[in-house]
Each structure stands twice: as structure tokens, then as C-alpha cells.
């Protein structure tokens, strides 16, 4: 009895440690929902793509649309959502292109503004931006909004909108700009909650005064 006591103890001290320590796994990656792109000379945007989302665009303002998740794995819980925002001026050597991205969401759980200045002015540049006002409030490149999550399973379809201005001068006449959304999804096992570990060291310490009274007799 005093064997088999010890046995249980340890499995599950075990099991409660290893649950309690497990740190986020990254379920999916950066994934790009969609992007938008706009000709030459204008913060306009024309060009759509979409690889697990869709994009619409009218005008200078787009509007992209990260499919919902329902696959996370069978014990694990969506804890925090990452969104990378991509943006991207782009001019020859000489010119000089500077737009500024407007991103904004309202659903839920992911709700937010976000405003990003994006210029070239020593030829072609990709991705080199900097925050402005919004969650990441300094910084440059990679703009990553990171949103905590309690133990979901499944999550919606995220829309989230982004508007290009000229800043200040817009995008030169041989220039372009655009716009592009990244989403990774990170998920762990579900901690137990102090009320089960109590409960737990409970019958643990009854098992232990119960194996005791046995072995005495």
C-alpha cells in the first residue's frame, strides 16, 4: 500500500507540474490573410491578394478578412492572437515616397487602432516603417499587435480595415505602396485553477492518513 501510495503521489505531482509549466506553442504561424497594393503615383489601392483571408478595396481604404480557426488541437486553448502589420513604400533612388497607414479593428478581442509611417527616399526600400500613435506607440519594423485570449477553442473571422494618406508628399510618380495583414494564432494547455490543486493536495493528504492507518494495523 505504502509502494503504491508513493506511485500515485509522484504521478501526479508530476502531472500538475508539467501542466502548470507548459508555455505557448505557436499553432499555425504567421499566416497572411491578404493584401493590397496601389499603381503608381497614388495611395489608392488597386491590386488585391488573399492566401487563408479575402481583401476588398475602395479607394484608399481596404478592407481584409482573416478566415475563423476552429482546429486547435483536442486539450489546447487559444490563449493569444499576433498580428503583423506590413507596410511598404516604395521609389527608385532619388525619389522619395512617404505614406501614412491608418489599421483599425473592432471586433471583439481584437480591437484596435494603429497608425504606421512608411517612406523610401534612398531607392527602393521594402517594409521600412515606423509606428506612430496606436497600441505600438514607438518603433520600427515589424509592427506586431499581440492580443491575450482566455482558453478559447475557436475564434471568428477578424476584419480589420487599413486607409493610406500621403505623408507628406504621397507616393512618387514611379512609386507604389502597400498594405499587408499576417496573423499567427498561439495556443497551450488549459492550468489547473488553485481550487483543483487544493482539492487535489486534499485527497492527496486523506490517501496519506488512510495508508498510514492501514499500515499501522
Known amino acids: 500500500m505504502k509502494k503504491c501510495l ?13 501542466t502548470s509549466t507548459a508555455s505557448a506553442n505557436i499553432l499555425s504561424g504567421f499566416t497572411a490573410c491578404g493584401g493590397v497594393g496601389g499603381p503608381s503615383g497614388s495611395t489608392s489601392f488597386s491590386s488585391l491578394s ?18 475563423a480557426i476552429s482546429g486547435v488541437p483536442l486539450g489546447d486553448y487559444l490563449v493569444q492572437i499576433d498580428l503583423y502589420l506590413k507596410d511598404d513604400a516604395q521609389a527608385p533612388l532619388g525619389l522619395g515616397s512617404g505614406v501614412l497607414d491608418t489599421w483599425a479593428s473592432t ?9 504606421i509611417v512608411t517612406a523610401s527616399s ?25 492580443f491575450l485570449e482566455s482558453n478559447l477553442t475557436s475564434f471568428g473571422a477578424l476584419t480589420v480595415t487599413v486607409s493610406a494618406t500621403p505623408d507628406p508628399g504621397g507616393v512618387s510618380a514611379v512609386g507604389s505602396d502597400s498594405a499587408n ?37
Not at 6 to 18: E, F, P
Not at 55 to 63: D, I, M, R
Not at 126 to 139: D, H, I, K, L, Y
Not at 187 to 213: D, Q, R
Request: proline share 4%; glycine share 12%.
Open 6 to 18: 508513493v506511485v500515485l503521489t509522484m504521478g501526479i505531482l508530476a502531472l500538475v507540474l508539467c
Open 181 to 217: 495583414l499576417y496573423v499567427q494564432y498561439e495556443y497551450a494547455p488549459i492550468a489547473p485553477e488553485p481550487a483543483t490543486l487544493s482539492l487535489m493536495g486534499g485527497a492527496l493528504l486523506g490517501l496519506g492518513l488512510f495508508g498510514k492507518k492501514l499500515f499501522r494495523r
Open 107 to 115: 471586433t471583439v478581442g481584437v480591437a484596435f487602432t494603429q497608425s
Open 50 to 67: 488573399a492566401v487563408s483571408g479575402s481583401a476588398t478595396v475602395s479607394g484608399s481604404t481596404a478592407t481584409i478578412l482573416c478566415s
Open 122 to 146: 534612398d531607392g527602393i526600400n521594402f517594409n521600412e516603417c515606423s509606428a506612430t500613435a496606436g497600441m505600438q506607440t514607438s518603433g520600427v519594423c515589424p509592427i506586431i499587435l499581440s
